[in-house]
């Protein structure tokens, strides 16, 4: 049961811009490598001269196996990176319910305590969200240390008042609810540090030249050199590598994890929608 929020989800000194920067050169160089690798097996075809007509079934049935193995491979890592962002997204949407929860439950402790709850809960959701929505910017690394203060106070309030109320039943159900949201913190530091296997990068990166290679080689059996195909393959290649990047951390890049429902618990955790609401 932890009773702090976790240290930093990200890199640290290393600016966000310097990750998209990174990201957009590695597209670069794998559009490169697949259009590089298409040329080069279709310079190695069509010098290669007469055929046996006996092995263009064999050949044929070689470059579709490797193509099938590199689709594979694509949509493997894809489908890994799809899921840790589905999983990133429904953690913020329990870390919200989980925040919400014991605000909520927090109107069962005393009026003092209820108060002291209630700040604290405002200023973590709010953290929270900041760290959330610029994990590698200038306030994330201060907000992680507050987001800590906050969690250890926001405990030692709920167990104080265990000890103190007559009643400790309330008490005990604002304590459950903290349980719970320690926990979501938890499972987010989890799945944000939780990155696609670097053997399956490092193969993803083989496959790509790969499928390059074979789609040239078939260009150059044909007599043909097909370069808007191959220039067109090389680019959709390189559009599902950033897709899974993207996807396998959704800090910085095209795709970002939604905050929408943390954005409303911290909305509706305001004083005046709170007090409206009562």
């Excluded at 670069?28 to 697949?34: D, N, P």
């Excluded at 069509?46 to 044929?60: H, Q, T």
């Excluded at 890592?77 to 919200?96: I, K, N, T």
């Excluded at 309330?170 to 459950?176: K, Q």
Aim: aromatic share 4%.
């Amino acid at each position: 049961m932890p009773l702090g929020s976790p240290g930093p989800a990200g890199p640290e000194g290393k600016p966000a811009a310097a990750r998209k920067t990174s990201r957009v050169l590695l597209s670069v160089a794998v559009f490169v490598l697949v259009l590089g690798a298409a040329e080069v097996a279709l310079r190695v075809a069509l010098r290669s001269g007469a055929k046996d007509p006996r092995a263009d079934g064999i050949v044929a049935g070689v470059q579709g196996a490797i193509l099938g193995l590199v689709s594979l491979v694509l949509a493997f890592s894809f489908s890994f990176a799809a899921g840790r962002y589905d999983l990133r997204r429904q953690l913020v949407v329990r870390e919200a319910n989980a925040i919400s929860t014991a605000f909520l439950r927090a109107d069962m402790l005393e009026p003092a305590d209820a108060r002291m709850v209630r700040d604290d809960l405002r200023a973590y959701a709010a953290l929270k969200l900041t760290i959330y929505a610029d994990p590698e910017g200038s306030g994330a690394n201060h907000a992680r240390l507050e987001s800590e203060r906050r969690s250890r106070a926001l405990w030692s309030r709920a167990t104080a008042a265990i000890r103190n109320d007559p009643r400790p039943q309330p008490a005990s159900l604002e304590v459950a609810a903290l349980n719970d949201l320690f926990d979501s913190d938890t499972a987010a530091l989890d799945a944000e540090t939780d990155r696609l296997p670097l053997p399956v990068v490092i193969v993803l990166l083989i496959a790509a030249p790969l499928a390059g290679g074979t789609i040239g080689a078939v260009f150059g059996r044909t007599g043909q050199r097909g370069r808007v195909v191959v220039a067109a393959f090389a680019f959709l290649v390189a559009l599902v590598v950033q897709s899974i990047v993207d996807l396998d951390d959704a800090r910085v890049g095209n795709i970002r994890t939604d905050l929408g429902a943390l954005r409303n618990a911290v909305q509706a955790m305001t004083p005046e929608h709170a007090t409206s609401s009562r």
